[in-house]
């Protein structure tokens, strides 16, 4: 139902499980191939987000498919339970005041905190059933020199924010301080000192 829509259809419309508001539609991650984007961007209630996010953000993804009609009011309905939409909630990376969804992440360049481009997201890992780590490609001069693997697991907790229209995230530091983290070495299944 979702994909009959356009995004200009959906945007500055509230969003409604029953009876419930769950926020506003903002817009959706920029991306030239329009099949890669599968959520919409959500401002989220600030009751909402209390009651149903472990730690309440100010937006998160809702994906397309949920929607299940544009009402005559002008609002959207979507097709599943608050409990679902929490259950997805669950299933995001947590970016600033934001939840992100896997296919808002996939594709994204990843940029130092000086702005130096050093990959792409290809792939996202979970560690007991949360997302701990983005498998970055890297770019073939920063893998080659610092010498680091082709892919690497950054650790999601050093992604500091995330550019809607440039289709970036950035690190909160270097990849040189990313990669001398006890967490990085875990999730690349190295050596760590005690």
């Known amino acids: 139902m979702a994909d009959e829509y356009k995004i200009e259809q959906l945007i500055d419309r509230e969003v409604y499980v029953g009876g419930k508001l769950v926020g506003t539609v903002r817009g959706q991650r920029f991306n030239p191939r329009p099949d890669h984007v599968r959520s919409l961007r959500l401002d989220v209630m600030p009751e909402v987000a209390d009651e149903y996010m472990r730690k309440p953000a100010f937006s998160a993804p809702l994906a397309k498919e949920l929607i299940h009609s544009l009402q005559p009011d002008g609002t959207i309905r979507i097709s599943k339970s608050m409990r679902e939409l929490q259950r997805r909630w ?44 983005a498998v970055v490609k ?57």
Not at 141 to 146: A, L, N, T
Not at 165 to 180: G, H, K, P, Y
């Open 90 to 133: 669950r299933n995001t990376i947590r970016i600033e005041e934001g939840l992100y969804a896997p296919d808002e992440m996939l594709g994204r360049a990843v940029m130092d905190n000086d702005s130096n481009e050093i990959g792409t997201v290809v792939d996202l890992q979970k560690v007991k059933r949360t997302f701990k780590g």
């Open 138 to 194: 890297l770019l073939p001069r920063v893998s080659s020199r610092m010498g680091l693997p082709e892919e690497i697991l950054i650790p999601v907790d050093q992604f500091s924010k995330t550019t809607a229209r440039l289709d970036e995230v950035i690190l909160s530091s270097t990849l040189e301080r990313v990669v001398a983290l006890t967490s990085y070495a875990r999730l690349n299944g190295l050596e760590v000192e005690e």
